[in-house]
């Protein structure tokens, strides 16, 4: 296992300043090591895209570089994982639920290995590196996967808690993950259950449900809507798989539910609390808002937010036309 890192590289350790999510991830790996786990963080040549720079620094002989592999790094992470070692790999969204998806499925998911996947810099998040780079199906594509629990969380204090919380988890974990730019929705000693949403309030008019990188901006556009005389609930689903039902079953008592995600609307948060309002069926009407069934375009990350609405002035539009 090789630690080293090469500090002339590139301005990744510039640019890491203003990611200060990142530390979240090394962060709640070392805590896992401090607690006597033993953890093993794997990358493809991402370090410093993903923060583990830092757990690399601190546990040298706990990190593998495996280099432009991902295929490979997911099928080592499933060998270690065999070995009584607890595997954490990185890598961008797209190159992870995508590309790897095979190697995911059969030996990850299919043999139940406690391998943690981490997809970074998920949905638009890439901005300019264009389609290849943005990650708008991967949670349509491993929450298909039997076996694999899938989690979103908002912001770096709340992945730092999932990851703490991932020791006592028998299944695979795929985290969505950001890029460490996400305004903190929570404390720093915040607590997180695997499969529990969170409800910030509960509304008679609408409820939002959001994940990831929507969960800030649906609270914002909640407090407007709720300046207006509106009875607005927020609920942060965190985990996508396993869906916390009860908390769909609650959203469904307002008048309109509203599914917010950084994702296409096909097969994500959106299609997953639709097939729990589709099987038990009442009287709220689900609109579900992302990107609509499109690859999409190529612009700074604010400039795509903004276009695709998922922003907070955005989900509010979005709100109002669907109360009306």
């Known amino acids: 296992m090789s630690g080293t890192q090469n500090p002339a590289s590139w301005q990744y350790r510039a640019l890491n300043e203003l990611n200060p999510g990142l530390d979240h991830l090394s962060d709640g790996l070392t805590d896992l090591v401090e607690a006597g786990h033993p953890v093993v963080a794997g990358t493809a040549d991402l370090q410093y895209s993903n923060g583990l720079v830092s757990f690399a620094q601190r546990h040298p002989d706990r990190f593998v570089q495996f280099g432009i592999s991902e295929q490979n790094m997911v099928s080592a992470a499933a060998g270690l994982a065999t070995a009584g070692t607890m595997p954490f790999v990185a890598t961008f969204a797209s190159f992870l639920a995508l590309l790897c998806c095979e190697q995911i499925r059969m030996d990850v998911a299919y043999t139940k ?32 996967l039997a076996g694999l629990t899938v989690v979103s969380p908002a912001d770096g204090p709340q992945l730092r808690a999932a990851i703490r919380a991932s020791a006592d988890w028998p299944e695979p974990i795929y985290f969505r993950i950001s890029r460490g730019r996400d305004p903190q929705v929570y404390d720093d000693d915040t607590v997180f259950e695997f499969g529990r949403a969170i409800t910030h309030a509960e509304g008679g008019d609408l409820t939002i449900i959001a994940c990831g990188t ?10 407007a809507l709720r300046a207006d005389g509106l009875s607005v609930g927020v609920i942060d689903m965190a985990t996508i798989k396993p869906l916390d039902i009860e908390a769909v079953r609650a959203a469904s008592r307002s008048r309109v539910v509203l599914t917010v995600e950084e994702h296409n609307v096909l097969g994500g948060l959106g299609s997953a609390v639709a ?11 689900l609109v579900r808002h992302g990107i609509r069934d499109e690859y999409s375009l190529i612009a700074p990350p604010t400039h795509l937010y903004r276009h695709y609405g998922l ?7 979005i709100a109002r036309e669907a109360l009306a």
Request: charged share 20%; proline share 5%.
């Open 113 to 144: 290995l406690p391998v943690r996947l981490i997809g970074h810099h998920t949905g638009i998040a890439l901005g300019f590196y264009g389609t290849s780079h943005h990650a708008t199906e991967d949670i349509s594509t491993m929450r298909a």
């Open 214 to 223: 929507q969960v800030h901006p649906a609270l914002a556009a909640a407090e």
């Open 275 to 285: 097939e729990v309002m589709a099987e038990e069926p009442t009287g709220a009407r």
């Open 311 to 317: 922003d907070a002035a955005g989900i509010e539009r």
